[in-house]
């Protein structure tokens, strides 16, 4: 197919240069001119930033959805004054080019240059400019304009016209520029006439992130706009319309913290105060649910990790990052496996933090999709595919990249100008498909997850799925498929910046200390899940916008999870005196924990000649004392000093330990029998001699009988 030259381009002057002010009547003759001349407009400022009216345009309607040959094209829409003053003698213009581009490397091109290029301003005849009044400020006005196809002045072709309107208007000074003062853009496919295309796969990936987040005290931010958002707002509106695709098209990329919440709000945990709600917000909450949960099992389900994950963050943690990556995957299973929902898993980086080793680091088991833009894969193109491999040290990581065609164009998105993105993708990529053997391109879009698409009536996305150019697909069916190998560069180094490194490394800490609890804990799957949850809770993207309260509850959790683990305590006597060299000590073990726990006791001495062995694990309820005799043969040894430590079953020393001083009461019994002994040889001694003393004395005295004799 030969290459079609772009549409001619206003010269520098025209996009640069400062004008001066006009007077009133030569800007009211300019803009006549300009009006009636038809020339082509570049969909760029009309001012200076300082000075750029501020009127928001939206395109509520365009038909027909494919043009043809001789179809008249009619586009509705509203134009709202956010400005400051007001606008007087609004008008509304349809714009299109006057050739339709059959490259989309064409037509990004032109849209990133200078702001979006749209084509001529229709202005013939009369009744095809609408009249939308006067403006004050806050006012909207709607606009209906209808172009007979005669008067479009089209080249023909098969391709995709950028097609938009173009609001003029008098500013409260009189002046009213040619320039126009608000605009909004879309695409048109167009077919020849008798042309066939091939069918390119096309699909929406339709994104439900949780809104809100817990901040200090563990409540929601803001419940109350999260159930207006699920109930009658922007969540509501979003699966409504994902609700009308077909399931063969849709991919549902779920965020388990939105299902987590959503439970939380109907079972009335984690709410501030002053929310309450009543049983009619409780039924739309249960019905949002149950709808998200329907379409997840009867489409494709992709699945985030809880909260989406900041990865670059967590990839930088050391050490603590396996613990982290543990705590999202057990948060990510313990919302969705009750639900009995199942999805392969999805990592999606922010587009500034997407860097090779990043890839290498979240690749996983390679069968984990990575969601990255043209921003990151620079040298992607089209004809790829939206999914491709990329090769890292480790393997082959999947690729999912979104490259929206109206990403920067002019206007409020809506129901259908989605509806004109993807059938304008789908085109392009019919045209690629059909012109090059081996293009891959396809129309896979993913949804702005920010997006409100308003209330939904009916089938507004039908026409997609019904064009001769379309065949519906999803990324998982594209993945099954072989892709192609994207061998451009990455960036090396990350231009985000990650969530709070202290942030992180108080979460780390708190899976620490939740881990040892969890050793001392039987089988408490709720418990385990529950502490995952608030550990991935501070791990999400959304944190790195709050940096303070994102550093703060990560540390408060970490102080929590460490008081948890410091409310188990082993005290022993301050010092002990056995009766005897065998016998028994007491240890009292209190467990200021809500759950029951095992834990042993290891004790150590200061004299390497005495030995003490270990208390086996016991049983402590919640809130209790267990005192507990441990058994010791001091044998010979005089006193020593012990320490109690608990361990948790397999060994693990945890917390403070109780130190005090054992003493044997059988030294003091020898004590008391040497002194004994030594006084019964004293007493002996002293006997021995008053006897010999004794006889001594007999020996010089006379006896009677003697005396007599003599």
């Known amino acids: 197919m030969p290459r079609r030259l772009r549409p001619r381009r206003p010269g520098p002057r025209t996009l640069m240069t400062p004008r001066r002010p006009v007077p009133a009547v030569v800007g009211a003759l300019l803009a006549i001119v300009l009006a009636v001349s038809g020339a082509p407009f570049l969909v760029g400022p009309a001012a200076a930033a300082d000075d750029a009216p501020d009127l928001a345009v939206r395109i509520d309607s365009l038909s027909p959805s494919v043009l043809r040959t001789g179809d008249d094209v009619t586009l509705t829409g509203s134009v709202t004054n956010r400005d400051s003053r007001a606008w007087t003698k609004v008008q509304a213009y349809l714009v299109i ?26 202005v013939e005849p009369l009744d095809a400019i609408a009249e939308v009044g006067d403006l004050q400020p806050g006012q909207s006005g709607r606009f209906r304009v209808r172009v007979p196809y005669s008067a479009l002045g089209l080249l023909g072709g098969t391709g995709v016209y950028p097609v938009g309107v173009q609001i003029l208007a008098t500013d409260s000074e009189g002046q009213r520029s040619g320039e126009a003062v608000g605009r909004a853009t879309t695409f048109l496919p167009s077919l020849s006439e008798g042309s066939t295309l091939p069918a390119t796969p096309t699909g929406l990936v339709w994104p439900f992130l949780m809104p809100d987040a817990r901040v200090e005290g563990g409540s929601y931010r803001d419940t109350a706009g999260f159930v207006a958002s699920v109930t009658s707002g922007r969540l509501r509106h979003l699966l409504d319309l994902a609700l009308t695709t077909p399931a063969a098209s849709t991919t549902v990329l779920l965020d388990p913290a939105l299902l987590r919440g959503l439970d939380d709000v109907l079972r009335g945990r984690h709410l501030a105060r002053r929310v309450s709600l009543d049983d009619a917000q409780r039924r739309s909450v249960a ?29 930088a943690v050391s050490p603590g990052r396996s613990g982290l990556e543990s705590a999202v995957d057990r948060a990510t299973s313990a919302v969705m496996t009750p639900l009995g929902l199942t999805g392969r898993r999805v990592t999606w980086p922010t587009p500034a933090g997407v860097t090779q080793s990043l890839l290498t680091s979240v690749r996983g088991s390679g069968t984990s999709p990575v969601v990255v833009t043209p921003r990151a894969a620079s040298q992607w193109q089209t004809s790829l595919g939206s999914l491709v491999l990329r090769r ?3 393997g082959s990581v999947p690729l999912l990249v979104s490259s929206p065609l109206d990403a920067g164009v002019p206007g409020t998105p809506t129901q259908t100008t989605l509806r004109q993105r993807v059938l304008a993708e789908a085109a392009l990529g019919a045209v690629s498909r059909s012109a090059q053997p081996g293009s891959r391109a396809d129309a896979i879009a993913l949804v702005d997850p920010t997006w409100d698409p308003g209330p939904v009536s009916g089938s507004p996305l039908s026409s997609v799925f019904g064009a001769t150019f379309t065949r519906s697909s999803t990324p998982e069916a594209l993945l099954a498929q072989d892709p192609e190998t994207y061998r451009g560069p990455f960036s090396t180094t990350a231009k985000a910046t990650p969530v709070d490194v202290a942030q992180l490394s108080s979460a780390a800490e708190a899976i620490n200390q939740f881990g040892l609890l969890d050793s001392l804990v039987d089988d408490d799957e709720t418990l385990r899940a529950n502490q995952a949850i608030d550990v991935a809770s501070l791990l999400g993207v959304r944190w790195r916008n709050d940096r303070a309260a994102g550093v703060s509850r990560a540390t408060r959790l970490a ?4 008081r948890q683990v410091s409310a188990i305590e082993v005290k ?13 000590f007491p240890l009292t073990i209190s467990n200021g924990t809500a759950q029951t726990i095992r834990v042993g006791v290891r004790i150590d001495s200061t004299n390497p000649a005495l030995s003490v062995p270990g208390l086996d694990p016991v049983e402590v309820g919640p809130d209790e004392r267990v005192t507990v005799n441990v058994p010791i043969d001091v044998g010979n040894q005089s006193s020593s000093t012990l320490s109690a430590q608990l361990v948790t079953p397999s060994g ?6 109780a130190v005090f001083n054992v003493r044997s009461s059988s030294v003091g019994a020898a004590v008391w029998l040497a002194m004994g002994a030594a006084g019964v040889v004293v007493v002996l001694a002293l006997l021995r001699r008053f006897v010999k003393r004794r006889g001594q004395r007999s020996a010089s005295r006379p006896s009677i009988g003697q005396d007599l004799d003599d």
Request: aromatic share 8%; proline share 6%; charged share 30%.
């Open 392 to 394: 890292t040290t480790d």
């Open 97 to 122: 080019s006057k050739t339709p581009f059959t490259s989309r490397d064409d037509l990004s091109d032109v849209i990133a240059d200078a702001g979006s290029y749209t084509g001529t301003r229709v």
């Open 652 to 657: 693990r020393e945890f917390g403070e330990p």
């Open 572 to 584: 022993g006597p301050p010092a002990f005196t056995l009766s005897g060299s065998e016998a028994s």
């Open 559 to 562: 102080d929590r999870a460490s």
């Open 287 to 315: 019905r949002f649910r149950d709808d998200l949960v329907g379409l997840a099992r009867r489409a494709t389900a992709w699945v985030l990790g809880f909260d989406r994950p900041d990865v670059l963050g967590i990839a």
